[in-house]
């Protein structure tokens, strides 16, 4: 992988999770004004006949239904990722790979060395 790809996978328990239909987003949203990059990454499911349709969003390759967000792409170049799903108390909660500060770590240029092998 070179230093601009990256990848997005579903585990097993996350494509089990998603219903039919249903695709997962991983999204930015913008925490400030003054420096573009600065935001937070989120995720969620999301019927994808919706996804197909909102601005910002692009499907990414592979056999998973997931899309991101446009202004997260140069934050996961050169990165692997991986989206687990499981049920707290019957709710669905989707999660990442990615470290739990991950958005501010992004911005100031402080994340871990790449996970790429």
Excluded: N
């Excluded at 585990?11 to 089990?16: D, F, Y």
């Excluded at 969620?44 to 899309?67: D, F, H, Q």
Aim: hydrophobic share 40%; net charge positive; with cysteine.
């Amino acid at each position: 992988m070179d230093a601009y790809d990256f990848d997005v996978r579903l585990t097993p328990a996350a494509r089990q999770m998603l219903r039919p239909g249903e695709a997962l987003i991983l999204d930015w949203h913008r925490m400030a004004v003054c420096c573009a990059g600065a935001g937070e990454a989120s995720i969620c499911a999301m019927k994808e006949e919706k996804a197909r349709g909102r601005k910002g969003l692009v499907r990414l390759k592979g056999e998973g239904p997931i899309y991101a967000a446009r202004a997260i792409f140069p934050h996961l170049a050169g990165r692997e990722v991986r989206l687990d799903a499981r049920k707290t108390f019957g709710i669905r909660r989707f999660s990442s790979d990615l470290p739990g500060d991950f958005g501010l770590r992004a911005v100031m240029g402080y994340l871990p060395e790449r996970t790429v092998r």
